[in-house]
Structures are given as structure tokens and as C-alpha cells.
């Protein structure tokens, strides 16, 4: 059986149910059968890689400096 992510109609709560496909679970707050299936993301959210902002523009500097001394 699939996790499914619902929200209640009556109540507004968000939760997390164990059901049958195209079956539904009553609202765990308020016992509502009014229940909408929401559609949760599937995995972990994108983890930025690397540097932004002022620290990547600092770390660009530095680079710049180590090759003009390598150069120089």
C-alpha cells in the first residue's frame, strides 16, 4: 500500500495515510470523510552545490590573485 498525503475540507489539516490505491482515510483532527489527495513531492528537494553570492565572489578573487601570482 502506497503513502498518500491528503488534506481535510472541513479542517484545512495536511496528513499522511497508508491506503489502497484510490481509497481515502477520514481526517485524523476532525474524523471528516471530506478529504482531498495532494500530491507530495517524490524526493529530497535539488541541494545547491557550490558557492553564490558574496562568498563565490571572494573565492573567485582569491582565485584570480593565486593565478596572477603564478603567472607574474
Request: hydrophobic share 25%.
Amino acid at each position: 500500500m502506497p503513502i498518500y498525503e491528503f488534506e481535510c475540507s472541513k479542517c484545512g489539516t495536511r496528513f499522511e495515510e497508508l491506503v489502497k490505491h484510490g481509497e481515502t482515510a477520514p481526517c485524523p483532527q476532525c474524523k471528516s470523510p471530506d478529504v482531498t489527495r495532494r500530491y507530495s513531492q517524490i524526493g529530497e528537494g535539488r541541494v545547491p552545490v557550490g558557492l553564490f553570492g558574496k562568498a563565490a565572489a571572494e573565492s573567485n578573487a582569491r582565485r584570480r590573485e593565486r593565478e596572477a601570482r603564478r603567472n607574474g
